[in-house]
Every structure is written in C-alpha cells, then in structure tokens.
C-alpha cells in the first residue's frame, strides 16, 4: 500500500479453537493477505473461545502464534483488548505474541478523529445477570484462586462454564443481549467522540445517529463463525479524516 495511505485493520471475536482448525486456517490466511500490509492490527476481545491463564502452552493452537510472528517480523504493531472469553491473558501472552494489552475502553486517534475502541460488553446493561458474572470474574480475588488450580482443572471448568453459557444464552431474550443505546451514548460523551468501535455482539452493522446534534458513528465487528468479519479505516496524508469499510473475509 502506498506510504501516502495508511491502513489500520479492526477484528473481532474470532472464538480461536483447536475444535474449529478451518477458522485457524482462515486466520492464518487473513494475516498473510492482510494483516502484514497493515500500519496496525486492533483484536477487540474474544479471539479465543476461552483462555485459562499464561501458563497454558496452547500447542494446538501453534499455528495462531506462528501468524502473530509473522506480524512481528513484518513489524505490523498489534494491540489487544480483553474480551469477556480471554480476560486471562497477561503479560506472558503478550510477551509470547510480541502484542500491547489496551485497556477496555481505548482512545485511538487516526489522521486527527478521535476513536473510542471497547470490546462491547460493558454496553450490553440490560443483561444483568451477566453484568454480575462479569463483576466476580474480572476480580483480583477470583482470577488468583482460579488460577492457582491445576490446568487440567481450569479447563475441565470452563468447559462447563461454556455450557452454562451456551444454555443460559439460548433463553435470554435477544434484546437483552444487544446493547443500550443509553449505555452507548453515556460512553460516547464520555470520551468526546464521534466513533465508537466494538464487537461483542456478533451483529455486524454501522449505526448513525445523533447526539446534542453531534453525529455519532457506531461501528459493530462481526465473529468469525463462518467466516471473517474485518473493519478496515484508511486515512490519506492530505486530508483530514479517514475512510472505513466493514468487510467479509473468506
């Protein structure tokens, strides 16, 4: 890509797992086509189903560290935000993927735009059992007793967590697990921003609306189920702004 045009790639919810190899594949595929000509990759959370701690070696999923050095030795910087599946990787898995952990939210700034990135789930209010599992979980006093169990252990009970979750899922009604739209617009106008960029919900879309007569842009990655869902924002030195497209890769 001409140097006169950047490009800043945004995925999303990816559920990486050794159970869905064709999914890896298709990942591997993105970062050799994509990702390496990137000024800059963004995960926004959920890039594995589940994650049980740094200490995990992970060797079936060699091939996602593998298209992480490739990332690295094509010196593409990428930045990863927790999402409610992998909110256990730390510092050794940033060590490992050569990646910067962000914070959820982050602000970014992209040819003078001022973007607001979130995984998406802190949006999602009406949820409120959720909302209470999320507050146990994300604790200090809960990640250090899971983590101090045996692996074997940790992963035989987020297996049943997943199908706690898969359960109680298909029984909440749909609207409760979108977002609130008063929960978006607290946090825009929290951050002074006209963009907002999450996942979360696996309902790809952009959505405008206004604000105290601001315009608001809200810009909704998709999962990678079946196949990939990519935000791609380009900005040119000239002018001011960027331009973005919600892409299908497969």
């Known amino acids: 890509m001409d140097k006169a045009v950047s490009e800043t790639l945004f995925i999303s919810d990816l559920h990486l797992t050794a159970e869905r190899p064709a999914i890896i594949e298709l990942f591997k595929r993105f970062v050799n086509e994509r990702g390496v000509h990137a000024d800059a ?3 926004l959370g959920d890039f594995f189903e589940y994650w049980v701690g740094d ?8 091939a996602v560290f593998d298209a992480f050095n490739t990332l690295h030795e094509q010196q593409v910087p990428v930045y990863f935000m927790h999402g409610n599946r992998d909110f256990l990787i730390k510092t050794g898995f940033a060590k490992r993927t050569h990646c910067q952990i962000i914070p959820d939210p982050t602000s970014i700034c992209i040819n003078q735009q001022n973007i607001m990135l979130m995984h998406g789930d802190s949006l999602c209010t009406d949820d409120i059992k959720y909302q209470e599992f999320k507050l146990q ?3 200090d006093e809960w990640q250090n007793a899971f983590t101090a169990k045996p692996l074997s252990e940790r992963k035989m009970i987020v297996e049943n967590l997943r199908k706690t ?9 749909e609207a409760i697990m979108d977002v609130n739209q008063q929960a978006v617009e607290k946090a825009v106008l929290k951050h002074n921003t006209r963009w907002l960029i999450h996942g979360h919900t696996h309902r790809p879309n952009i959505h405008q609306f206004k604000i105290d007569n601001m ?3 809200r810009i909704v990655l998709g999962d990678w189920y079946e196949y990939g869902s990519v935000l791609s924002v380009t900005s040119h030195q000239q002018t001011d702004g960027f331009e973005f497209e919600l892409e299908i890769f497969q």
């Open 41 to 43: 990759l963004y995960i």
């Open 55 to 62: 200490d995990d070696p992970a060797e079936e999923l060699k």
């Open 137 to 139: 979980v994300r604790s």
């Open 165 to 173: 979750s898969q359960s109680a899922t298909s029984e909440k009604n």
């Open 215 to 217: 315009d608001v842009t």
